[in-house]
């Protein structure tokens, strides 16, 4: 019971009563501190390899380049198909890269090249699993519990930010790049297996709805964003902290 003028009180965690998305969010954690470990090891074999603060730099481009492409893409592509099925897709080629670049580690065979290419590979998972996941998270839950899990999830990408330099860092010292990576693997591995648990959610397809093209859908969808004054604000401060902060 509470008294006049009180506010009702918020429970931090509400959203995560919901079994699929603590599922999920438990799984994000996995794959963030692999996102943020990657980059980490990345560039330190390249810099190990060619002493080069450019080439060191041109990981971070590598990985984040396809974000800003096949991002906008991968969220036309959420509303015709399961997004658990996207997100199976974007975690596997995860899955597939990090096990062939752990052999190449243990056979002392990596090249510049190869972290580039591991790079370019898991960016464009990556621009997949950000805008499907943050998708799915709306059919998982009710309205009610939307701004609570997105500020969770929000909470988990930053929050494994400095947690996945820490373990990159002590595990490099420890353990050496291949057995660095090889915990990464780990973390992967352990993300698929929760999503095996999440439910399929139909999609939008399925019940029905007919899509345009994609360049069509993309093009109502910027057209939409653009009209609403809180959505465009939002909308270039995000372009803007893309293109300059994070790098």
Known sequence: MTTPGAQPRIRTFQSLSHEGWRTLWLAGHLWHIAFWMDLFILGWIVLVLTDSPLMVSLVG???????????FLAGV?????PKR????????????????????LALDAVRVW?????ALLTGSA???DFPVRRAFIRELLPESAMVNAMALDAASLTGTAMVGRWLAGG????LGA?????FLLGCYLLGFIL??????IPSLRDSGYRAGSIVGDLREGLKYVWRIRALRGIFLVTVFINLLTFP
């Open 171 to 174: 595990l490099l010292a420890l």
């Open 178 to 182: 291949a057995g660095a990576y090889s």
């Open 85 to 104: 099925r996207l997100l199976f897709i974007a975690q596997t080629i995860n899955l597939i890269v990090t096990m062939v670049f752990v052999g190449l």
């Open 77 to 81: 592509q959420a509303d015709r198909f």
């Open 61 to 71: 481009t590598f990985r984040l380049l396809p974000l800003g492409i096949l991002g």
């Open 114 to 118: 190869h972290v580039f290419v591991a």
């Open 195 to 200: 999503l095996l648990r999440v439910p399929e």
């Open 126 to 128: 990556w621009a997949i």
